[in-house]
C-alpha cells in the first residue's frame, strides 16, 4: 500500500512538474513572440497616432500600409459619441486607406480604433488610442487688403500686358561662372504686386502671376507631378501669429492648375512646407489652435497652443495618408519662446517650418522646428523622435558654429550631410543671419561643420529664409526678410545677387530648370511711333522658349505681308515696322523656326 501511495505520489510530481515546465515553455514562446512583435514595425500605421493629445474633431482614421481589401472589421469608439459607422477609401498613390467616418467626434473625448489586417487566414488585430483636442477660440483680425502700387520705384509697367505690375528686380552681379537654370521665388510685402515669380538665369523676367489684393505666395518651385513637371506654390492667408491658412497651388507647364492641396482633418494647409514626391504624396505643415496647461513651461494653467502638425496626404483624392503632431512629442519647456503674456494669444512653442525626407529612403523625415531651435527626425511608422538636432535636448555633441537659433530650412542633402538657414533672430540672437553646411558623425556622435555663408554686408533676418544646395557645390541662397537673393562658390565668392525693391521679401528662393509654353496667346500692343512707322510691344508671359517675334500686318482686303523679325528681348519686346496697317498680330518663333503661337489681332 506504501509502495501505492508512493508510485502515486511520484507520478503526481512528474505530472506537476511537467505540468511546470509546459507553462514556462508556453511562456518564454509567449514572450519570445511578443518580443519578435514589438521588434518588428506594425503591419499598418494608423494615424492618428497612438497617444496624440489633441487629435481633430473631424480627423480620419487613416491605415497606412495595407490595401483596402484586406482592412476589415474596422472599429471606431469615442468615449461619447460612441461606436461611429463610416466607409473606406483607397489611396491614389499608396498603398492603404483612410476610414472616413460618418459623424465628426467630441472635443475632449478618447478615440479607440481597432481592425483586422492582412491577407484572409493571416490577419492581425491592430489597434489605437488617441484624445480629442478641446479647441483654443481665438479671434483672428479680419483680412488687411495689400493696395499694390501701380508707378514709381521698385515697379515695372508693362505696355503690352497693363495690367501686371510686378517688383523691378535689380541684378547686382552676374558672374559667368553663374549656375544654369531660372531663379523662383515669391514677391510679398513690397510696394508692387505681390506673386510668384520666374527670372532667367540673368535676372530677366519670365513668369509673374499677381496675387489677390489679401493673400500671399510662398515657397514657389518646381517639382514633379504625374511624370511631368510643374510649378508648386502656397496661397493664402497669413494670419498676425505667423502661420498660414490656405492651400498649396500645382500647375502645368502650361501655367493651368492641375491640383490642388488644402490641409485634411478640417486643418488649412500652411505656408512654410510643400514637399510634393514623385509617387504623388505631399508633406505639408499644417497649425491647429488647442487648450493646453502650460504650467511646464512657467505658463497659465488654462491656455491655448499653436500645434504644429505635419500631414502626408494623397494628392489625387486628398486623403490624410499620415500624421504628426508637435504637441505630445516635444514638451513646452525645450522653447525658447516664452509662453504669451496676453491672455488670448495662443502659444507657439514649436513652429513647424520644414520636411525633408531622409535620403536613406527609409521614408522618415527631418522637420525644423523654429523656436526650439532644433531639428528631429521623425520615424514615419511609429511618429517617435529618432534622434534630435540642436536645441535643448541634443542627440549629439554640437560641434563649433553648428547650433542654430530660430533657424529655417532644415534639410537632408543627397549624401547624408544637412544644410540650413540660421536665422539667428528674432530676437536677435547671432550677430548676424548664415546658411551652415555640416555632418553628423554617427560613430562619435556629434555635428562638425563643413563650411558656412554670410551675405555682406551683414544682414539680420528676423524670419524666412532657405539655403539650395546646387549639385556643382554653389549655395543658392535666399535671405527671407532681408530682401537679396544670392548665389555663392564654395570658395564664398558671390556669383550672382538680386536685389528685391525696399521692404519685399521672398521666403524661399531656387535655381532650377524650367521650360513654360503658356495656353493664353501672346499679347501685342500697337502704338504709333514716329512718322511712317508704329511701335509694336511683345510679350508673352511664361514662354521660355522664344527665340524671335515675327510681326505680320494685313489691310481691309485682306493681304497679308511680313512686316519684321526681331530676337526675344525679354518679357517686353519692342519692334518698330511701317504703319498703314489695319491690323497686326506677332508670332513667337522658337529655337528651331517653329511658330510657336500667334496673338490676336491688334488695330493699327
Keep these: 500500500m506504501a509502495n501505492m501511495n508512493d508510485q502515486r505520489r511520484g507520478m503526481r510530481r512528474r505530472a506537476k512538474s511537467a505540468l511546470l515546465t509546459a507553462t514556462a515553455t508556453a511562456i518564454a514562446l509567449a514572450l519570445s513572440a511578443a518580443a519578435a512583435t514589438a521588434a518588428s514595425p506594425p503591419p499598418v500605421t494608423i494615424s492618428p497616432l497612438p497617444g496624440t493629445p489633441d487629435a481633430s474633431p473631424h480627423a480620419q482614421i487613416s491605415f497606412l500600409g495595407e490595401p483596402a481589401s484586406q482592412i476589415t472589421d474596422v472599429s471606431v469608439v469615442g468615449s461619447q459619441t460612441g461606436a461611429h459607422k463610416g466607409r473606406l477609401e483607397s489611396y491614389a498613390s499608396a498603398t492603404g486607406a483612410s476610414f472616413i467616418p460618418t459623424t465628426g467626434f467630441k472635443e475632449g473625448e478618447r478615440v479607440t480604433v481597432s481592425a483586422l489586417v492582412g491577407p484572409a487566414h493571416h490577419q492581425q488585430r491592430v489597434g489605437s488610442s488617441f484624445q480629442i483636442a478641446r479647441l483654443f477660440h481665438y479671434k483672428f483680425p479680419p483680412k488687411v487688403a495689400h493696395q499694390a502700387a501701380t508707378s514709381g520705384t521698385g515697379v515695372q509697367s508693362l505696355v503690352s500686358d497693363p495690367g501686371l505690375h510686378p517688383p523691378t528686380i535689380a541684378i547686382e552681379a552676374d558672374s559667368p561662372e553663374a549656375s544654369a537654370g531660372d531663379v523662383f521665388f515669391a514677391f510679398n510685402e513690397g510696394a508692387a504686386q505681390w506673386g510668384p515669380m520666374i527670372l532667367s538665369p540673368s535676372g530677366q523676367m519670365i513668369w509673374f502671376d499677381p496675387m489677390p489684393s489679401n493673400e500671399h505666395a510662398m515657397d514657389f518651385k518646381t517639382a514633379e507631378y504625374d511624370h511631368e513637371p510643374v510649378l508648386v506654390w502656397w496661397q493664402g492667408y497669413i494670419a498676425p501669429i505667423g502661420v498660414g491658412f490656405g492651400a498649396d497651388e500645382i500647375y502645368n507647364q502650361h501655367y493651368q492648375r492641375v491640383a490642388q492641396i488644402g490641409g485634411g482633418n478640417g486643418y488649412h494647409a500652411d505656408l512654410h512646407e510643400a514637399l510634393i514626391t514623385p509617387q504623388g504624396q505631399a508633406y505639408i505643415t499644417a497649425y491647429t489652435l488647442v487648450d493646453a496647461n502650460l504650467s511646464s513651461a512657467h505658463g497659465r494653467k488654462e491656455a491655448g497652443i499653436l500645434d504644429g502638425v505635419l500631414q502626408e496626404i494623397d494628392i489625387k483624392t486628398g486623403l490624410v495618408m499620415f500624421e504628426w503632431h508637435s504637441y505630445g512629442h516635444v514638451a513646452f519647456d525645450e522653447s525658447y519662446s516664452a509662453p504669451p503674456k496676453p491672455k488670448g494669444w495662443p502659444y507657439d512653442y514649436f513652429h513647424i517650418n520644414a520636411i525633408s525626407l531622409d535620403p536613406s529612403g527609409d521614408g522618415n523625415f527631418l522637420i525644423s522646428a523654429r523656436n526650439t ?152 500692343v500697337v502704338q504709333s511711333a514716329a512718322s511712317g512707322t508704329d511701335s509694336v510691344y511683345a510679350s508673352w508671359n511664361g514662354a521660355t522658349e522664344v527665340s524671335f517675334w515675327r510681326v505680320i500686318g494685313w489691310n481691309e482686303i485682306h493681304h497679308v505681308s511680313r512686316l519684321a523679325i526681331a530676337p526675344f528681348a525679354g518679357f517686353e519686346t519692342t519692334i518698330t515696322v511701317p504703319s498703314g496697317y489695319a491690323w497686326y498680330a506677332i508670332q513667337a518663333i522658337g529655337p528651331s523656326g517653329k511658330v510657336l503661337a500667334t496673338s490676336l489681332a491688334a488695330k493699327g
Aim: hydrophobic share 30%; charged share 20%.
Design 373 to 524: 531651435w532644433a531639428g528631429y527626425e521623425i520615424n514615419h511608422q511609429t511618429g517617435q523622435i529618432e534622434w534630435q538636432l540642436g536645441g535643448k535636448k541634443p542627440s549629439f555633441k554640437m560641434g563649433p558654429g553648428t547650433e542654430t537659433a530660430y533657424q529655417h530650412d532644415i534639410r537632408w542633402q543627397p549624401d547624408g550631410t544637412i544644410t540650413a538657414f540660421d536665422d539667428g533672430a528674432s530676437p536677435q540672437v547671432h550677430k548676424q543671419s548664415r546658411v551652415i553646411h555640416e555632418r553628423i558623425e554617427w560613430k562619435s556622435k556629434e555635428v562638425k561643420l563643413i563650411h558656412a555663408q554670410v551675405h555682406t554686408p551683414a544682414l539680420v533676418a528676423d524670419s524666412q529664409g532657405n539655403y539650395q544646395l546646387l549639385s556643382n557645390g554653389n549655395a543658392f541662397v535666399g535671405w527671407g526678410q532681408e530682401p537679396f537673393i544670392d548665389e555663392f562658390a564654395s570658395n564664398g565668392t558671390v556669383l550672382f545677387q538680386a536685389q528685391l525693391p525696399a521692404k519685399g521679401t521672398s521666403y524661399r528662393a531656387y535655381r532650377l530648370p524650367w521650360k513654360g509654353t503658356p495656353s493664353t496667346p501672346p499679347n501685342i
